[in-house]
T-cell receptor, first 110, second 114 residues
Framework: GEDVEQSLFLSVREGDSSVINCTYT??????LYWYKQEPGAGLQLLTYIFSNMDMKQDQRLTVLLNKKDKHLSLRIADTQTGDSAIYFCADRSGNTPLVFGKGTRLSVIA | EAGVVQSPRYKIIEKKQPVAFWCNPI?????LYWYLQNLGQGPELLIRYENEEAVDDSQLPKDRFSAERLKGVDSTLKIQPAELGDSAVYLC????????????FGPGTRLTVL
């Protein structure tokens, strides 16, 4: 079946950039999403990218999509302690439901 | 605007007992989802409703799980009887089903089965 893979942990210093990577297997994915989950909370949509785009920028967030390699990344510029959370990559193909990765736990060191 | 509301936030029960979770989606959202999130995992879809109709329940363990969405608004997810392996967070989300399908998630119900 379809699969979404992420590295489990990332640790960065405050002020540095964070890059969270994701690979997916479904070549027909139409939308790819990044969600953030803080402790005890539900998931919050950060940004998404349509599959015919290769980059999307939104303030401190930059999403890069390499459709050939089925690779998605999320770059957070000037990472702050408030960015510490679990980040989930998810994809969707047509009318199928979202398929989530296991999440990357980002720790920001002051 | 109020977000997705879920209750209770936490529930502790003994195995073999029944349990129910409630979700109130964002007003006007026609699509409602129930997800299961195990520790250290991403959410996995249990069931999706479009209005009152369950359009995808292929991952719902129907021997013990049931769900309903009366009048196409609130929804209830029930487990009867609960097993130890059901301990997890149950997330509800809602959206307008369509283009980018942005889903808004509730805070979840953390279930512990003893």
């Amino acid at each position: 079946g379809e699969d979404v893979e992420q590295s489990l942990f990332l640790s960065v210093r405050e002020g540095d950039s964070s890059v969270i990577n994701c690979t997916y297997t479904d070549s027909s994915s139409t939308y790819l999403y990044w969600y953030k989950q803080e402790p005890g909370a539900g998931l919050q949509l950060l940004t998404y990218i349509f599959s015919n785009m290769d980059m999307k920028q939104d303030q401190r967030l930059t999403v890069l999509l390499n459709k050939k390699d089925k690779h998605l990344s999320l770059r957070i510029a000037d990472t702050q302690t408030g960015d510490s959370a679990i980040y989930f990559c998810a994809d969707r193909s047509g009318n199928t439901p979202l398929v989530f990765g296991k999440g990357t736990r980002l720790s920001v060191i002051a | 605007e109020a977000g997705v509301v879920q209750s209770p936030r936490y529930k502790i029960i003994e195995k073999k007992q029944p349990v129910a979770f409630w979700c109130n989606p964002i007003s006007g959202h026609n699509t409602l989802y129930w997800y299961l999130q195990n520790l250290g995992q991403g959410p996995e879809l249990l069931i999706r409703y479009e209005n009152e109709e369950a359009v995808d329940d292929s991952q719902l363990p129907k021997d013990r799980f049931s769900a309903e969405r009366l009048k196409g608004v609130d929804s209830t997810l029930k487990i009867q009887p609960a097993e130890l392996g059901d301990s997890a967070v149950y997330l509800c989300a809602s959206s307008f089903w369509g283009a980018n399908n942005e889903q808004f998630f509730g805070p979840g119900t953390r279930l512990t089965v003893l």
